[in-house]
């Protein structure tokens, strides 16, 4: 018997919101939008991973550290890490400094509600 990972979770403080930037900043595709106040959305990502967005009701004040326990980032990868930095920097993304390690650049930046991020592009790949 197989599994894989069809989607994650992520709970926000203005679903309608954050579920607009990433179809506008990242480019995901809408999947589906419950019919609840304030409604969850499924949105996809062009490597086909599932993003659902549902409504928070409470929350933790500081905003984590890569280092902290739990879940802490989603790396996006892309194959023209300096384009797609360009057009998210244009498009309001701040970023922390580049780092490259051999032939890998990385770069980690927030969502507007503080999630963490980042873009790789991968010299050799992982798999």
């Not at 659902?52 to 879940?71: F, H, K, L, Q, Y």
């Amino acid at each position: 018997m197989e599994c894989r990972l069809e989607h994650m979770g992520l709970a926000a403080k203005n679903t309608t919101d954050l579920a607009r930037w990433y179809q506008e900043v990242l480019g995901w595709e809408l999947l589906w939008i419950t019919d609840e106040t304030p409604p969850a959305y499924f949105l996809k990502e062009p490597g086909g991973m599932i993003l659902e967005i549902i409504p928070a009701t409470g929350g933790n004040e500081a905003i984590p550290t890569r280092s902290d326990a739990g879940w802490r980032h989603a790396a996006l990868l892309t194959d023209d890490f300096n384009a797609l930095y360009q057009k998210l920097s244009e498009a309001g993304v701040k970023f922390e400094p580049v780092l490259i390690s051999g032939k890998n650049k990385v770069a980690f930046f927030r969502d507007p509600e503080g999630n963490l991020l980042h873009l790789i592009q991968r010299g050799e790949p992982l798999i």
